[in-house]
């Protein structure tokens, strides 16, 4: 579990909830199934069976809901963590081209000094 990606974690978790909020919300929607059986007027039973499709209603969009806000808090995370791993990625790449830079400036700047000197003790030579 500690190697596990947490953007699949944060899935599993709201999958779990919305199992047992989907369980919650039928419960209590056979609640007001059963209370309407029970009702002794026509009024009394409407009412209830109402009840029971509004709870269900009402029930089904808030799990909708709840999986929606997993699902965009764990592409969110994603692609933070894809973001801050290229970051580091670029900044380490940044680095090496940097640090390659300076030994071919200094050798560069070695080469043509050793050449200038090499020139210019050539002509001293040369006109003695």
Known sequence: MADADLDALIRQ?????TK????????RRDRAIALAAKAKDA???RH?????KDI?????ATVKRLQ???????YSY???????IEAAAAQKAAASAKSAKEPAKKAATKTAKSMTGK??????????
């Open 68 to 74: 929606m806000s997993a699902d965009n808090a764990a």
């Open 20 to 27: 047992a909020l989907t369980a919650a919300v039928k419960k």
């Open 43 to 45: 009024d009394g039973k």
């Open 56 to 60: 269900l209603e009402i029930g089904t």
């Open 78 to 84: 994603a692609r933070s963590i894809r973001q801050a």
């Open 48 to 52: 209830q069976q109402q009840l029971a």
């Open 119 to 128: 020139t210019m003790a050539g002509k001293s030579r040369a006109r003695k």
């Open 13 to 17: 978790l709201a999958k779990q909830q």
